[in-house]
C-alpha cells in the first residue's frame, strides 16, 4: 500500500480522502486553448455584456479562464474572443496596468483619443502566434467600461499601457494587429 506522505509529495494533483479513498482535486487553473487566425470568431463584433451577466457564474468563469490563460501564455493582454467566448470582456496582465497590483479586467471597453501623438510599437498576438509587425496608434487614450464588479471605469492610459487596450479592444470589434502592421516578421520563442 502506498504511503499517504508518498501520495501527497508526488501527486499533488490528488486529494487524500479521510475514508481511505483518493479522488481528484478541483484543478487550480483553468486554461484554455487559444484561439488562432483565420477562426471566424476573431473577426466577429463580440457583443456587449449585459449587466446581469457580471452577477452570473458564468461571469467568474470566464473572467477566472482569461486570467489564468494569459498567465499561462505569458500575454499582456487577452479578449474573450481569443479564447472562444463571443462576449466583449478582455483582461491587461496587472505587469503592464496602471495599477501593478491587480489584473484589469474591462467589460465593454470603448476608448477615445486624448491626444493626436501617435507612436509606432512592435506588437504580437496570442491569436497570431510567431508573427510581429509595427503598429501605429495613439500614445494617450480615455478609457471607460465597468469593471468586473460592474462599477463604472473612467481613465486615462498612456504610452504601453494604451496600446495594450488598444489591441485588446480591437479584438472586440473583429479586428487584429495584422490589419493594421507594417514591416511583419517572424520569430519563434526558443
Not at 486554461?31 to 473577426?43: E, G, K, W, Y
Not at 471597453?109 to 501605429?136: F, I
Request: aromatic share 10%; glycine share 4%.
Amino acid at each position: 500500500m502506498i504511503s499517504r506522505e508518498i501520495l501527497r509529495r508526488f501527486w499533488p494533483k490528488f486529494k487524500i480522502c479521510s475514508r481511505n479513498g483518493i479522488r481528484r482535486q478541483a484543478p487550480k487553473y483553468m486554461v484554455t486553448q487559444i484561439v488562432i487566425d483565420p477562426n471566424p470568431i476573431l473577426r466577429k463584433i463580440a457583443p456587449l455584456a449585459k449587466p446581469e451577466f457580471l452577477a452570473s457564474p458564468e461571469f467568474k468563469k470566464l473572467t477566472k479562464n482569461l486570467i489564468d490563460t494569459l498567465y499561462a501564455s505569458d500575454g499582456v493582454g487577452i479578449a474573450a474572443p481569443q479564447i472562444g467566448e463571443s462576449i466583449a470582456v478582455c483582461v491587461i496582465n496587472k505587469r503592464f496596468s496602471e495599477n501593478k497590483k491587480i489584473d484589469l479586467v474591462l467589460v465593454n471597453p470603448v476608448w477615445t483619443k486624448a491626444t493626436l501623438a501617435t507612436a509606432w510599437g512592435e506588437e504580437g498576438c496570442l491569436s497570431v502566434p510567431n508573427l510581429w509587425g509595427k503598429v501605429k496608434r495613439y500614445k494617450k487614450i480615455k478609457v471607460k467600461a465597468w469593471n468586473e464588479n460592474g462599477q463604472p471605469l473612467n481613465f486615462v492610459a498612456e504610452d504601453f499601457f494604451a496600446r495594450a487596450i488598444q489591441h485588446e479592444a480591437d479584438h472586440l470589434r473583429g479586428v487584429l494587429f495584422i490589419d493594421k502592421a507594417k514591416d511583419l516578421y517572424t520569430f519563434e520563442k526558443k
